[in-house]
T-cell receptor
Framework: DAMVIQNPRYQVTQFGKPVTLSCSQT?????MYWYQQKSSQAPKLLFHYYDKDFNNEADTPDNFQSRRPNTSFCFLDIRSPGLGDAAMYLC??????????FGPGTRLLVL | QQQVKQSPQSLIVQKGGISIINCAYE??????FPWYQQFPGKGPALLIAIRPDVSEKKEGRFTISFNKSAKQFSLHIMDSQPGDSATYFC????????????FGEGTQLTVNP
C-alpha cells in the first residue's frame, strides 16, 4: 500500500544532543511537510517542500532544519533539542493543493 | 483572518447518539475544508472533505454541512460508536495559502458505551 512512513516511532534524546527524524513516502507526492504537535493541540506546520523548494514558516525556530535529498525522503534535524521540543513530529505529503496524508508520527522525548 | 475556530473543545456522547462539531472561518479565500480524525499516538487521517460549491456531503455515518454565507461548517457523526472516540480537527485551505492547511483547535470526542 502507498503510504507515509516515519522512523523511528519513538526517539529519546538528551538535552542539546542533535537528533534526526526521517520520513519516506511511496505516494510520489511532490509536497512534503513537517509538523510539530504537542499534547491536546493542533498540528503546527514547521516547514514544507514543493519539490526541492524549501518553505520555512516565519515562527519556526532556527533550531529546526530540514533536508529533502529526493522525492521520497525528507528529514527533520533538531540541532540542539530543548525540553520544550518534546512533542509528536508528523510528516505529511500531498500533490500541489490536494489532500494531505499524514504519517504515524515520531514521538520525541528530551531528557 | 487565517484562523479557524472549532467548538466544542471536548464532547461526550452516548453510543447511538449524534456528535456535532462546529467550525467557523474568516478568510473567504478558503475553498477546501477537510476533517481529520486522530487516535492517540497516531497521525491524523482524512475523514471527509467538502468544497464550498455544495452545502452538504455525506459518507456513511459522517456528514459535513457547509454554510458559505455564515462561513461555518460542521461535522455530524450519526449513530456514534465507541470506536469513534478520537480527536477531530477541522481545517481549511485556500489558493492564497498554497497547500498549507489552517487547523482548528481540535475536539476530543468520547462516545460512551
Amino acid at each position: 500500500d502507498a503510504m507515509v512512513i516515519q522512523n523511528p516511532r519513538y526517539q529519546v534524546t538528551q538535552f542539546g544532543k542533535p537528533v534526526t527524524l526521517s520520513c519516506s513516502q511511496t505516494l510520489n507526492h511532490n509536497v512534503m511537510y513537517w509538523y510539530q504537535q504537542k499534547s491536546s493541540q493542533a498540528p503546527k506546520l514547521l516547514f514544507h517542500y514543493y519539490d526541492k523548494d524549501f518553505n520555512n514558516e516565519a515562527d519556526t525556530p532556527d533550531n529546526f532544519q530540514s533536508r529533502r535529498p529526493n522525492t521520497s525522503f525528507c528529514f527533520l534535524d533538531i540541532r540542539s533539542p530543548g525540553l520544550g521540543d518534546a512533542a509528536m513530529y508528523l510528516c505529511a505529503t500531498s500533490r500541489m493543493q490536494e489532500t494531505q496524508y499524514f504519517g504515524p508520527g515520531t514521538r520525541l522525548l528530551v531528557l | 483572518q487565517q484562523q479557524v475556530k472549532q467548538s466544542p473543545q471536548s464532547l461526550i456522547v452516548q453510543k447511538g447518539g449524534i456528535s456535532i462539531i462546529n467550525c467557523a472561518y474568516e478568510n473567504t479565500a478558503f475553498d477546501y475544508f477537510p476533517w481529520y480524525q486522530q487516535f492517540p499516538g497516531k497521525g491524523p487521517a482524512l475523514l471527509i472533505a467538502i468544497r464550498p460549491d455544495v452545502s452538504e456531503k455525506k459518507e456513511g455515518r459522517f456528514t459535513i454541512s457547509f454554510n458559505k454565507s455564515a462561513k461555518q461548517f460542521s461535522l455530524h457523526i450519526m449513530d456514534s460508536q465507541p470506536g469513534d472516540s478520537a480527536t477531530y480537527f477541522c481545517a481549511a485551505r485556500g489558493e492564497t495559502s498554497g497547500s498549507r492547511l489552517t487547523f482548528g483547535e481540535g475536539t476530543q470526542l468520547t462516545v460512551n458505551p
